[in-house]
């Protein structure tokens, strides 16, 4: 299958610092992205959707000033994290899927940011 | 809106008995529905999905699950469960008319006793 990778697979920073986690899909075009954060053992949540070229469209409760997202080519989404707070540790994975609905959704492996 | 239930958190099975994690969907129209599996600290592996046809779907690693709609279930199973299987289990819901988004159950960790 298609392969998505994530960078960092961890981060530890400080409170108030920003951090920026990449995505990228590495054999194949990913017109869409998703993020989702998922806590101890918890399920994903999905905070947003992206499109190539496109805004990306957040889900409820999600601060879209505080959780930055690019998605500038077919094959790299960022997610930024902007002043980053305890609350906001939490394994953030991506996943990348193709032009038709259709298309199977590839993850990441996923980022551990712990926040000091 | 969508939502997939998962009712069993946690499951443990000993190695070589046969396994069923149960999925319960609520979608108005045909979903499409996916099994994932997350080894700790890990992303997730798609093991099987359904869109349409036959409502027996064979994945990796010896996996299928069966779409029943008039249960609105979408159950995962194995006929002999190997001590690499445990892991976190997790049954997905997704639209056409959104883009594909999953919606998430709540997971179930399988436990495997040698």
């Known amino acids: 299958g298609a392969v998505v990778s994530q960078h960092p697979s961890r981060v530890i920073c400080k409170s108030g610092t920003s951090v920026k986690i990449e995505c990228r899909s590495l054999?194949?075009?990913?017109?869409?992205m998703f993020w989702y954060r998922q806590f101890p053992k918890q399920s994903l949540m999905l905070m947003a959707t992206?499109?190539?070229?496109?805004?990306?469209?957040?889900e409820q409760g999600v601060e879209k000033d505080k959780f930055l997202i690019n998605h500038a080519s077919l094959t790299l989404s960022t997610l930024t994290v902007t002043s980053a707070h305890p609350e906001d540790s939490s394994f953030y994975i991506c996943?990348?899927?193709?032009?038709?609905?259709?298309?199977?959704?590839?993850f990441g492996p996923g980022t551990r940011l712990t926040v000091l | 809106a969508q939502s997939v239930t998962q009712p069993d958190i946690h499951i443990t099975v000993s190695e070589g008995a046969s396994l069923e994690l149960r999925c319960n969907y609520s979608?108005?129209?045909?979903?499409?529905l996916f099994w994932y599996v997350q080894s700790p600290g890990q992303g997730l592996q798609l093991l099987l999905k359904y869109f349409s046809g036959d409502t027996l779907v064979q994945g990796i690693k010896g996996f299928e699950a069966e779409f029943k709609r008039s249960q609105s279930s979408f159950n995962l199973r194995k006929p002999s469960v190997h001590w690499s299987d445990a892991a976190e289990y997790f049954c997905a819901v997704g639209a056409s008319n959104a883009g594909n988004m999953l919606t998430f159950g709540g997971g179930t960790r399988l436990m495997v006793k040698p």
């Open positions: 992206s499109n190539e070229g496109s805004k990306a469209t957040y």
């Open positions: 054999d194949f075009q990913a017109t869409t």
């Open positions: 996943s990348a899927r193709g032009a038709r609905s259709t298309d199977t959704q590839y």
């Open positions: 979608y108005g129209a045909t979903p499409y």
